[in-house]
Every structure is written in C-alpha cells, then in structure tokens.
C-alpha cells in the first residue's frame, strides 16, 4: 500500500557524516591529485586547505537553511522561501535533479568498466547490471540504502589509508621533509596554489547532497549543521594529508603527468596490492552511483510534496519507507542517459551547474533573512551571520566566471 506522506526520519550523525563524505571523498581525488600537482606542484596540499575555506561559507548557509527547511528538494523550498518564485524554484530543483543523474549515470559508466575487468562480458550489459543494483538499492529503504553507503564509504578511505602507509614505506623521512609542501608569503607560488585550488573546490562538493536527505534526518536542528561541518573537516584532514604524501613520495613529473597518480604510489608493492585498490576503486565509483540517485530520488520526491511537480512523485511506499515511483524514474534516466547519451560535456556542465544552484541558494538566504515573512518549518535552527551568505555568493561568483571561461 502507497500513501503521500513524509519520509521517516532514520539517519542519525555517524550515518549522515558518512553518506556525505561518500560523495565527497570519492573517485575524484584518485584523479584530482595529478592535476592539482600539474598547476601548484609541490604546494597542492595547500590548495586543498583554501578550497575548504572557500567551500565553507556556503555550507555554512546550507547549515542554517536545511535546519530552517528541514525537507527533501531543500534548495527548491530556500528559493521559493527566499525569492517567492514557483517558477525559480523548480527550476532550481529539476538542476539539481539534473547535475545527479548526470553524475551517477558518468560514475556508473565507470563501474561498469572496472567490473568489466574482473567479469569479461559486453559492457553493456555491466551498465544495465550495474544501474538496476543501485536503483533496488535506492528502493530498499534509507538507513539501509545509507548504511550500506556508509559501509562503502569507510572501504574507500581504507583505501586512502593504504595510499598513505605505502607512501611512507616508499619515503621513510616523509615527515622531516613535509615543510617542503607550505609556500612562503612571496606571491610566486600562489598563482599555481589558486588555480589548483579551482580544482580542488570541486573535490568538496557533496554537502549539498546531505540536504536533501534532511526530512529523513533525526533531530535535523542538531544534526544537520553538525553533520556538514564534520564532513567539511574530515574531508579536509583527509584530502591534506593523501595530497601531501603524494606529492612528497612520488616523483612530480610522473605524478602530474598520470590519470591514475595515487596508483603509482603501489608500484613497488605486491600485485595482489594494486587489485585490491582496484577493486576499491570499483566499489567508490559504485558507492557514488547510489548517493547520486538517493538524493536525486528524494529532489522528486520533494518537489511534488511542495506541489513543483505532480504529486505521483510524491508517494512514500508503506513497507520500504522510500519513494519508489520517484527513485525508478531517476533510475530510468540514469539507465537511458549511460545507454544512449554522450555524457563527456555534460559531465563537464555539471560543476557549472552545482554552482549556479549554490549562488542561487546563498541569493536566498540573504533574501530570507532580510525578511521577517519567511518563516521555518522547524522552531529551532542554526544562524550564520550575514556576510556568510554573502562571501558564498562572491566566491561562487567567481569560479562560476572562471569555469564558464574554461569550457569556452
């Protein structure tokens, strides 16, 4: 039996963290390190270090907005909140819809081709296999979907944890030599440090994931701005110390120069080492696949709760506590867009497009707390000052300006 309802609120802080450092800490740093040491070299760990400053000021307006508007499709509710805008708002949402299944339907394509060398059958079928385990997945429920996700999550940072243990096994004096990372204050090395640190900025998107999943948080005043400025730090911690045993065990040529960097850290070690971190690779890129259609379902589930879009999307099965009809139509997308769709252009639009949604949604928090009509759907929530909201929209602006004249 199906009925309109809201979601349960399941998820406690562990879970919530680890979803969030699932999409954060993902395949993107197997790849991002190479390119970050192609434009700071030796400095790219502090690239890392200012992506996070620049990245917190709007997650700390999604902190205040989703213990506001504690609901699934939250930047659709902050926009209409804030600009009173139907039209903006779904628009906003169907983006976010749009840069998800975009995403889990490139991430997919790359499971599938890991699977494909330890399964050696057509890869389309692997494609087709690997988008209907991750919509059941999605459909079974949220704390076990999540939780499963979680699973994963500490899998891939075991998998960074090997990277820094055979780091040091490559270059015992590691430590003594980590000055070696931290730029002076001569302005010569920060050009690089600021270019690397466009890309690095990507490399902390996830947050915003998390608050699409707040309607099934608990206590989500408590636990929302807590869970995003947790993920920020750990993944922060985490990025700066695997960039820097990188950049300080590996040779800089080779690292900037190769699509797989971390994976040269493993060439001295075992065989049965590197197919391991294969096949931890294989489950990251998986484990991004399923946040992206947990969080693009519950963007459609929510915008025909708030009535955006027809109520059918809206429905929450009795037994599963999912949106079933909202997670197979992400599903179908997803399937249909890794089939039949070159995603090469459109994977590169979505850093775009998340940004767009970002300078839209710090817009309307600044528009909200100019006003004394928008109200919270919960009595308690967490305040930032106003120049958050502000530096947000100034620093999105930016790279916003910076990543268009990149794809020109």
Not at 222 to 237: E, K, Y
Not at 267 to 282: D, L, M, N, Y
Not at 304 to 309: A, D, N
Request: glycine share 8%; with cysteine.
């Amino acid at each position: 039996m199906e009925q309109t309802s809201a979601l349960k609120r399941r998820l406690t802080l562990p879970l919530l963290v680890l979803y969030g450092l699932g999409v954060t800490i993902g395949a993107g740093i197997y790849v991002l390190v190479g390119e970050a040491a192609a434009e700071a070299g030796m400095y790219a760990p502090i690239s890392f270090l200012l992506a996070s400053i620049v990245v917190a000021f709007t997650g700390f307006s999604y902190a205040e907005l989703s213990t506001r508007f504690p609901v699934s499709a939250g930047e659709a509710a902050y926009v209409r909140e804030g600009t009173s805008s139907r039209p903006l708002a779904t628009a906003i949402g169907l983006l976010v819809v749009a840069s998800g299944v975009i995403s889990s339907a490139t991430v997919s394509l790359g499971a599938a081709a890991y699977l494909n060398t330890l399964i050696p059958v057509p890869n389309t079928l692997l494609i087709i296999l690997v988008v209907l385990i991750v919509g059941a997945i999605a459909i079974w429920g949220i704390l076990e979907s999540v939780a499963l996700a979680a699973l994963i999550t500490l899998v891939e940072i075991g998998g960074l944890a090997l990277v820094i243990y055979f780091g040091f096994s490559l270059k015992p004096d590691l430590l003594q030599n980590f000055g070696s990372v931290l730029p002076d204050f001569s302005g010569a090395a920060w050009g690089g440090i600021f270019g690397a640190g466009l890309l690095a900025f990507f490399a902390f998107i996830g947050f915003e994931d998390m608050a699409n999943v707040a309607e099934e948080v608990k206590q989500p005043a408590r636990n929302m701005p807590r869970g995003i400025l947790l993920t920020l730090i750990i993944a922060t911690l985490v990025y700066f110390i695997v960039v820097s045993v990188a950049v300080l065990a590996v040779p800089m040529e080779e690292l900037s120069s190769s699509s797989a960097p971390l994976a040269l850290i493993f060439e001295k070690a075992p065989a049965s080492v590197g197919q391991f971190f294969a096949v931890i690779a294989f489950f990251a890129t998986l484990n991004g696949a399923l946040i992206q259609v947990i969080m693009a379902s519950r963007v459609l589930y929510g915008l025909g709760k708030q009535e955006l879009l027809p109520q059918f999307f809206a429905r929450v099965n009795s037994v599963t506590g999912t949106p079933i009809q909202a997670t197979l139509a992400i599903t179908g997308i997803i399937l249909a867009l890794a089939l039949f769709f070159p995603l090469g252009g459109l994977a590169e639009m979505t850093s775009a497009v998340v940004l767009v949604v970002f300078i839209t949604v710090n817009i309307a928090l600044i528009r909200i707390k100019h006003s004394s009509s928008a109200e919270p759907v919960s009595g308690e929530f967490f305040k930032v000052p106003l120049w958050v909201p502000i530096l947000g929209t100034l620093t999105c602006l930016t790279l916003l300006g910076v990543r268009l004249s990149q794809l020109v």
